[in-house]
């Protein structure tokens, strides 16, 4: 164990071990972790509401205790404390750790090519639950992945109006992941690499012209106050990583009917955390609107600029997961991710897209009923 391994899990230590009590009489109760604020959807749908399902499922049989936000550990340290038995699930973001997820950053480049975060979502899952490469991942970080995460593509906040590539040409914008920023450059623009977290104090200086996320961050980050222009430029999806990975010892040591639990729990809370957060931003935009912003559509170059990089990003990807990121057999990765997700692009077409329990019932019969019974069991 390295120094800030066992730092960390001393540190905390006394936190996680009382948490977990198990026996034929008592409840399990174990600790789960989202790193975003309550209020974000990740941690009020896929953690706060997923755990009071948890528990209604289970009669009371498991019991979760939830933190969130950076109380208990950082957002970096989500798969260590995993690993660690820190917590027993908990949301990591792979992109935080690229050394030890590899194959699921591979798989995130392509997030810049697609734009529908309900088939995202659903895709994403699938291929961490079934494809063998991501797999083999999971099982060498001893972690058990059991559903994903997936923002709404992201738009572009800025100071000054960007709604052409003339306009955009010589700002600087603060970008997430490597593709979005090698479109940036191309298309005239300085990408600048900083967290989302300094994105308002970095518009409100002036050290940023641009922000890329999600728009409800134009009110949950109340970056409608810096940045009064919004063009609605899809720059990409993010979902790399698991929303909810488990402790593999703790997955084992649950009971089949436990673990069915989970499952459950973990399709209605993913298919509804999708449909909120698409409704937050939706919701954000208007907020933005009635506070004096201008909210834009991209004007015919800036698309055609983002469309034709895609084409160059879908061309490179194999040669990156190659060459990036040690993946072996590219080719087969890829190929199966991007089957996967028009797989469930024709899935979802005559499905109610804001019908929870029919996309969640959709995720059971597709995903989650599919899996070997002694899937996670390493």
């Known amino acids: 164990m390295n120094s800030t391994r066992k730092t960390l899990t001393l540190a905390v230590a006394a936190l996680a071990l009382p948490a977990m009590v198990s026996s034929a009489q008592a409840a399990t109760s174990f600790i789960a972790n989202s790193f975003y604020d309550q209020q974000h959807p990740h941690s009020l749908n896929g953690y706060i509401e997923w755990a009071e399902m948890v528990k ?15 109380v208990l550990l950082a957002p970096r340290a989500n798969l260590q404390g995993i690993q660690d038995n820190i917590v027993q699930v908990a949301h990591h973001a792979a992109i935080y750790t690229p050394s030890e997820m590899p194959v699921a950053n591979a798989v995130q480049e392509l997030g810049f090519n697609y734009d529908d975060p309900l088939v995202g979502i659903l895709a994403v899952t699938d291929f961490s639950l079934n494809n063998p490469t ?25 100071r000054e ?8 040409r010589g700002k600087r914008i603060r970008t997430a992941g490597s593709t979005v920023s090698a479109w940036v450059e191309q298309a005239g623009g300085t990408p600048v690499n900083v967290p989302s977290s300094e994105m308002y104090s970095g518009l409100d200086r002036g050290s940023l012209d641009c922000a890329s996320n999600a728009a409800n961050d134009l009110i949950d980050r109340s970056l409608w106050e810096v940045a009064e222009h919004t063009t609605l430029l899809p720059t990409g999806m993010y979902w790399s990583g698991p ?14 009917e436990e673990r069915d639990v989970f499952k459950e729990a973990t399709a209605k809370a993913m298919t509804r955390m999708i449909v909120q957060y698409l409704g937050a931003s939706e919701a954000a935009l208007e907020e933005a609107a009635s506070h004096g912003n201008n909210i834009y559509e991209p004007e015919e170059d800036l698309m055609a600029s983002v469309e034709a990089f895609r084409d160059e990003a879908l061309a490179n990807v194999y040669d990156k997961a190659r060459d990036e990121y040690g993946v072996e057999d590219p080719e087969a990765l890829i190929d199966d991710f991007i089957a996967t997700y028009a797989k469930w692009d024709a899935l979802l077409s005559d499905v109610d897209r804001e019908d929870e329990d029919a996309l969640a019932k959709l995720a059971m019969e597709e995903i989650y009923n599919k899996l070997p019974a002694d899937y996670g069991i390493y």
């Not at 991501?134 to 800025?158: H, M």
């Not at 109006?161 to 955009?168: A, M, Y």
């Not at 929303?243 to 089949?256: C, E, I, M, V």
């Open 134 to 158: 991501q797999l083999a991942e999971w099982k060498e970080l001893d972690i058990v992945y059991l559903g994903a995460y997936n923002t709404p593509s992201y738009v572009l906040f800025c």
């Open 56 to 70: 209604e499922l289970s009669n009371g049989e498991l019991q979760p205790e939830v933190y969130t936000g950076t």
């Open 161 to 168: 109006p960007v709604r052409n590539l003339e306009e955009l």
């Open 243 to 256: 929303q909810w990975g488990f402790n593999s010892g703790f997955w084992a040591s649950l009971s089949d």
